[in-house]
């Protein structure tokens, strides 16, 4: 059966009680047009849905039970246009940001504010990254902030900015006065570090195991506040990255030279971006083209 969606919304209109006259002049047919797709249509359905009473045709029984599902139909099929007209208008879609966690307490705002005071119609929602990270782009998800270079072909990766790693460590370690340190000279100080998976977790084992470390913690955690809780009960040190100190810890700077994170965007060359998610795309961009995305560091 292969109804035609036109017969349907002209049938529903000859329903209602719209001449045959009216309705051809409405949607710029000619009449013998508009009578052969209801009768082709009644055809279709396998028995009639419209009787002749003088010069208006009024519904049959079948006609009348038929046009309730009609009825239905065109609305449900109506609104699933409009939502799509409304994903395509690029100032009223929505577009789908993943974000490392470690990036959500800083970067992530500062984007959003930013992207809503141009486009405040906009939706952004929030995909906060597991602990393999946010490098996917597929699904709900257009657009991911990342500090893991995506090796897809497929996915295409821009670096924002580049983030300091420092060194946290208790208000009564015998570091707390350096100011400045070699991971090399951390041998033999018990390490606080995130639990694996997660790309800050490979990052800084591949820093310390640069630097002569073996990479084994004396205490894991799933986020960087509560290393650092640990951190300033004296149970040991940490990398972190900048944006994540809380005051808690005493803060020394690194000297290796690799004691850096690069983030970045990420998103999928290979399928056509919706409106929304170019408009997101290009504003980060653009933001840290001018320079205006700062590292907040206490």
């Given at each position: 059966m292969d109804v035609d969606t036109e017969?349907?919304?002209?049938?529903?209109?000859?329903?209602?009680?719209?001449?045959v006259t009216e309705v051809a002049e409405l949607e710029q047919i000619t009449q013998p047009g508009l009578s052969r797709a209801l009768a082709r249509l009644e055809r279709e359905v396998g028995t009639p849905l419209l009787r002749r009473h003088g010069r208006v045709l009024r519904t049959t029984g079948a006609g009348r039970a038929f046009k309730r599902h009609v009825d239905r139909?065109?609305?449900?099929?109506?609104?699933?246009?409009?939502?799509?007209?409304?994903?395509?208008?690029?100032?009223?879609?929505?577009?789908?940001?993943?974000?490392?966690?470690?990036?959500?307490?800083?970067?992530?705002?500062?984007l959003v504010a930013g992207f809503r005071s141009d486009h405040p119609q906009v939706r952004v929602l929030l995909h906060a990254g597991g602990g393999g990270g946010a490098a996917q782009v597929d699904g709900?998800?257009?657009?991911?902030?990342?500090?893991?270079?995506?090796?897809?072909?497929?996915?295409?990766?821009a670096r924002l900015l580049t983030?300091?790693?420092v060194l946290a460590v208790g208000s009564r370690s015998r570091l707390v006065?350096?100011?400045?340190?070699?991971?090399?000279?951390?041998?033999?100080?018990?390490?606080?570090?995130l639990r694996g998976p997660s790309p800050f977790r490979d990052a800084s084992a591949d820093l310390l195991a640069s630097a002569g470390l073996a990479p084994d913690m004396a205490f894991e955690a799933d986020d960087l506040a509560t290393v650092q809780g640990f951190v300033a009960a004296?149970?040991?040190?940490?990398?972190?990255?900048?944006?994540?100190?809380d005051g808690r810890c005493e803060v020394l700077g690194l000297t290796d030279p690799g004691a850096t994170r690069d983030i970045g965007l990420v998103w999928s060359s290979a399928r056509r971006m919706l409106p929304s998610a170019a408009l997101f795309r290009?504003?980060?961009?653009?933001?840290?083209?001018?320079?205006?995305?700062?590292?907040p560091f206490r």
């Amino acid at each position: 059966m292969d109804v035609d969606t036109e017969a349907l919304r002209w049938f529903q209109q000859v329903a209602d009680g719209t001449t045959v006259t009216e309705v051809a002049e409405l949607e710029q047919i000619t009449q013998p047009g508009l009578s052969r797709a209801l009768a082709r249509l009644e055809r279709e359905v396998g028995t009639p849905l419209l009787r002749r009473h003088g010069r208006v045709l009024r519904t049959t029984g079948a006609g009348r039970a038929f046009k309730r599902h009609v009825d239905r139909l065109l609305h449900e099929l109506d609104d699933g246009l409009a939502a799509v007209e409304q994903l395509l208008d690029a100032e009223t879609g929505a577009v789908g940001v993943a974000f490392e966690r470690s990036m959500g307490t800083w970067l992530v705002p500062q984007l959003v504010a930013g992207f809503r005071s141009d486009h405040p119609q906009v939706r952004v929602l929030l995909h906060a990254g597991g602990g393999g990270g946010a490098a996917q782009v597929d699904g709900p998800v257009d657009v991911a902030l990342s500090s893991r270079r995506p090796r897809d072909p497929g996915l295409r990766w821009a670096r924002l900015l580049t983030e300091p790693l420092v060194l946290a460590v208790g208000s009564r370690s015998r570091l707390v006065d350096a100011g400045r340190i070699a991971l090399a000279d951390l041998a033999g100080e018990p390490l606080v570090g995130l639990r694996g998976p997660s790309p800050f977790r490979d990052a800084s084992a591949d820093l310390l195991a640069s630097a002569g470390l073996a990479p084994d913690m004396a205490f894991e955690a799933d986020d960087l506040a509560t290393v650092q809780g640990f951190v300033a009960a004296g149970l040991g040190v940490a990398v972190v990255p900048a944006s994540a100190v809380d005051g808690r810890c005493e803060v020394l700077g690194l000297t290796d030279p690799g004691a850096t994170r690069d983030i970045g965007l990420v998103w999928s060359s290979a399928r056509r971006m919706l409106p929304s998610a170019a408009l997101f795309r290009d504003h980060v961009l653009a933001a840290a083209q001018r320079g205006h995305l700062a590292v907040p560091f206490r």
